[in-house]
């Protein structure tokens, strides 16, 4: 299992990197053909990440696509795919699983500005979160946690086949936008890789929205994560105190998400 950094910057597209997309993908085999292939899962469609998602995919082959909440820069780059799906190349394909909140689907016909009913059905098969759902895509099963925003949001644990041994099974968690809550907690527990938003510091007094890097870290530390790479970060902020903040909690291997950037899951622990 891989993950590779599409989008990273927190709230807003930014001058290094689109908006919040991560696509995780494991091999497995397809039921309906007896052969293997790849299996390829977005976590969010932020601004300008459905045109970067096509430097690491053919969009026709996404499988799956986890919203982790409603907000523009985590969902709004899904009416490209739907586009794509209805318009473009990907017009006839299967639709795309789409896993998020309660409302996912009239969140994204208020983005489309549709004022005509649209079930996305040629496109889209919705599928509504609730905290602990299990879904599975391929190889890969994948388990919402309840997370603790401005709005409802989940974050999701993956776990699949490492890519060196596929008789070992690997693990991520990826936390969506929150605070500090236990079903995060709970849902990072133990995994190779936490992939976390920092979206404030700690000058940044409001509580129930983001982690700052001292609750990051200490998040990490707490669920006994194998690495820690941090995500969502504004781009105003200046990362050395991001950093200076996360390795007050946390001790462990620590990388800043990048744009392209590919990390196979679990190879620090084999």
């Known amino acids: 299992m891989r993950l590779t950094i599409i989008g990273c910057t927190g709230s807003m597209s930014g001058p290094a990197s689109p908006a919040s997309c991560y696509l995780v993908q494991a091999t497995g085999v397809d039921p309906a053909t007896g052969a293997r292939r790849v299996y390829s899962v977005a976590l969010d469609l932020g601004p300008g990440s459905f045109g970067a998602l096509w430097r690491h995919l053919d969009p026709r082959d996404l499988d799956a696509v986890h919203v982790s909440h409603g907000h523009a820069d ?20 299967a639709p795309v699983l789409v896993a998020g909140p309660a409302g996912t689907a009239e969140r994204v016909r208020q983005i489309d500005g549709t004022t005509e009913p649209d079930g996305y059905e040629d496109e ?6 609730v905290d602990s759902t299990v879904y ?16 409802e949001s989940y974050g999701v644990r993956i776990e699949g086949p490492d890519e060196a041994d596929p008789s070992r099974t690997v693990s991520m968690f990826y936390t969506g936008d929150t605070d500090e809550a236990e079903s995060i907690v709970r849902g990072a527990r133990g995994v190779d890789l936490l992939l976390s938003e920092v979206g404030f510091t700690c000058a940044d007094a409001a509580e129930g929205i983001h982690m700052n890097g001292v609750r990051a870290g200490s998040l990490a530390a707490r669920a006994g994560a194998g690495r820690l790479v ?33 990390y196979e899951v679990g190879a620090g622990r084999r």
């Open 124 to 129: 889209f098969s919705f599928l509504t979160l």
């Open 136 to 151: 599975e895509v391929g190889p890969m099963r994948l388990t919402a946690a309840a997370g603790r925003h401005s709005v």
């Open 74 to 93: 985590h969902i709004g780059d899904i009416i490209s795919l739907q586009v794509h799906r209805r318009w473009g190349p990907g017009r006839g394909a």
């Open 230 to 262: 941090a995500t969502h970060i504004q781009p105003w902020t200046d990362r050395a105190v991001v950093e200076a903040e996360l390795r007050s909690a946390w001790s462990g291997p620590l990388d800043f998400a990048q744009s392209g950037q590919v």
